[in-house]
């Protein structure tokens, strides 16, 4: 009763209701969804297959990292491997049509009843339960840390290479191995019960650290209608935008990371704040800071808008200082709980130890340590160059991200946050696909015009970036079959080209109105 009664006062019913429209719940007109619900399941079914062949670049190519999908003793055939690209890179095309097209037709059909959008989530979900970790190795690293956790050792000083040559081990990326954690005390208490509880199994405990990413992934669901209705936002075309989003469900989901608890938690806090809970707005936010540090500008917003808008900054320090109070005691309490301590904070550029063209301030490094070596000054090293413009990229960053927040009231606050969030990522020392649903994700309730734009271009494209089997693929094609080849190349020009948008017609409607191009404030 007491826990009843504590819901119901942290969410209110308007933030539980079901729908805006309540005339608008009729079956018969809400039965196109289940065609693109089931174009996006077969999708999706196309990258699982892919992915699972043996030998397949998008998973771990490993014995024993899952139930099956085990490399052959003989090596795959030439059309065995193209088969598997081929199903990965054309599931993820028709993936990509049908979660814009759905987007579309939510925008001009508003009051879906979010159950519908619920069924369809799972139905997407499936496929990406049933297989290996795909696109990233990091789950694997968290198993690692997981059992250093259980077995007393802390993932804040040691790399999981102390746990010794084994099952544990041998998954991880040789990149990490000893690498000390930088993930929050919170995560790797989890991590270490996960490997408890699974009596110290690694392929089980890989399925438990799935079904947190993907408990991350229903707080986001649970969550964000409320968040767009408090926006005077209709939740279809956002819940598509957020959780039906191919980042969401291949990166979050399918490659198991821990991002989708962080940004579950954060998600609830701001929605527990729009609707005039910032006490627990700020503790949800202190707990997603506790999984990863990004989360901690949630407790920044929150405190900066606690008493409301069009304060001086003078005004705002109080209740920001009474916010930063309380995430800290609560993250403090947590590192001191776990016995880890705060050696997290130290590691918490650990993710930079990767040097990719995709940042920008990591590739300009690069580029500009290339020339000063082409030119004679081969004293200047290339770590020197990059920590320069690593700097660079994150000082600008912080200096926009202040800006944004000192202007929150004009920019819209949810808006200003989503978008310093963006930038810590574009503008830090790697990008990785994942770490961009932290924008993406924030941002859907209040993103319009060429934000939005932005948006969908960034998940339509960022499953694309740096994923497993893009060389393989540019190899393989030199030395295929060309008449193998020209049928791969024909079969993914017909992904790309098929008329899906006749599957539905309210994709047509004539009674349709474009709710997504609504200014709302932010």
Known sequence: ?????????????????????????????????????????????????????????????????????????????????????????????????????????????????????????????????????????????????????????????????????????????????????????????????????????????????????????????????????????????????????????????????????????????VTAARYRHPGWGVLLCALAAAVKVPAAIGVVYIGWTWTGTGLTWRQRLRPLAKAGAIASVVVLGLSFASGLGIGWIANLDTPGTVRSWLAPSTGIGMLLSGALHAIGLTSVSMTGVLSGTRVLGLGAATAISVYLLLRSDRVGALRAMGISMLLFVVLGPVVQPWYLTWGVVLLAPVATGKLRAVLVALSALSPFIGLPGGRTLFDELIHYNPVAVAAALLVLLGVLLAPIGRWSSSWRDPRARAVLAQPSPG
């Open 1 to 269: 009763m007491k826990l009843e009664m504590l819901k119901v006062r942290v969410l209110p019913p308007s933030m539980l209701a079901d729908r805006v429209q309540p005339g608008d719940d009729e079956p018969e007109g809400w039965r196109f969804l289940r065609r693109p619900a089931l174009l996006g399941f077969v999708a999706l079914c196309a990258i699982a297959v892919g992915a699972s062949l043996p030998s397949s670049p998008f998973k771990l190519d490993m014995a024993g990292t899952w139930f099956f999908g085990e490399p052959p003793l003989g090596g795959s055939s030439e059309s065995f491997m193209l088969f598997g690209l081929v199903a990965v890179y054309g599931g993820l095309v028709l993936l990509i049509r049908v979660w814009y097209g759905l987007m579309k037709a939510l925008a001009r059909r508003p009051g879906v009843p979010v159950r519908y959008l619920g069924w369809i989530l799972v139905l997407w979900v499936v496929p990406m339960l049933a297989i290996a970790p795909i696109f990233s190795r990091d789950v694997y690293s968290y198993a690692a840390q997981g059992e250093m956790m259980s077995r007393h050792i802390n993932p804040y000083d040691y790399g999981p290479y102390t746990l010794g040559a084994g099952p544990w081990v041998n998954p991880v990326d040789s990149l990490w191995l000893n690498t000390p954690a930088p993930y929050g005390p919170l995560f790797l208490m989890m991590d270490g019960f996960f490997a408890s509880v699974s009596l110290h199994h690694e392929l089980v405990t890989v399925v438990f650290l799935r079904l947190s990413a993907l408990a991350g992934v229903a707080l986001i669901a649970a969550c964000i209608p409320a968040l767009a209705r408090s926006f005077g936002k209709d939740h279809g075309a956002v819940y598509a935008m957020a959780v039906l989003n191919p980042l969401t469900i291949l990166m979050l989901i399918g490659a198991a990371h821990n991002d989708a608890l962080m940004l579950g938690l954060m998600v609830a806090g």
